[in-house]
C-alpha cells in the first residue's frame, strides 16, 4: 500500500481502511480493508477500483477469476429504445 494518499471522507467506528482515498500515483480508490499485507484490488466500471484484504488473498484472486470466466460477456453496444 502506498503511503502517501489523501483519504477523502472516512467512519471514525470503522477499524482499518473503510471509505475513498486519492493515491498517488494511482488515482481514487474505494478501500474496505483492515491488513495492509494482504490488499487485493478489483477493478470495476465506472467506479474507482475496490481495495479489499481477504483473509487468504491468493485463494480469493483465483476463486474470483474462475467466477468471472464463466459469466458471460458484458453486453457493451449502447442499444437504442
Given at each position: 500500500?502506498?503511503?502517501?494518499?489523501?483519504?477523502?471522507?472516512?467512519?471514525?467506528?470503522?477499524?482499518?481502511?473503510?471509505?475513498?482515498?486519492?493515491?498517488?500515483?494511482?488515482?481514487?480508490?474505494?478501500?474496505?480493508?483492515?491488513?495492509?499485507?494482504?490488499?487485493?484490488?478489483?477493478?470495476?466500471r465506472d467506479?474507482?477500483?475496490?481495495?479489499?484484504?481477504?483473509?487468504?488473498?491468493?485463494?480469493?484472486?483465483?476463486?474470483?477469476r474462475e467466477?468471472?470466466?464463466k459469466l458471460?460477456?458484458?453486453?457493451?453496444?449502447?442499444?437504442?429504445?
Amino acid at each position: 500500500m502506498p503511503r502517501f494518499g489523501l483519504r477523502r471522507s472516512f467512519n471514525a467506528g470503522v477499524y482499518g481502511y473503510h471509505g475513498p482515498f486519492q493515491l498517488d500515483p494511482y488515482g481514487a480508490v474505494f478501500f474496505v480493508a483492515t491488513n495492509r499485507e494482504r490488499l487485493v484490488a478489483i477493478a470495476r466500471r465506472d467506479k474507482p477500483p475496490l481495495i479489499i484484504s481477504p483473509v487468504r488473498p491468493r485463494e480469493f484472486v483465483e476463486a474470483l477469476r474462475e467466477t468471472l470466466m464463466k459469466l458471460p460477456e458484458p453486453d457493451t453496444e449502447l442499444k437504442s429504445f
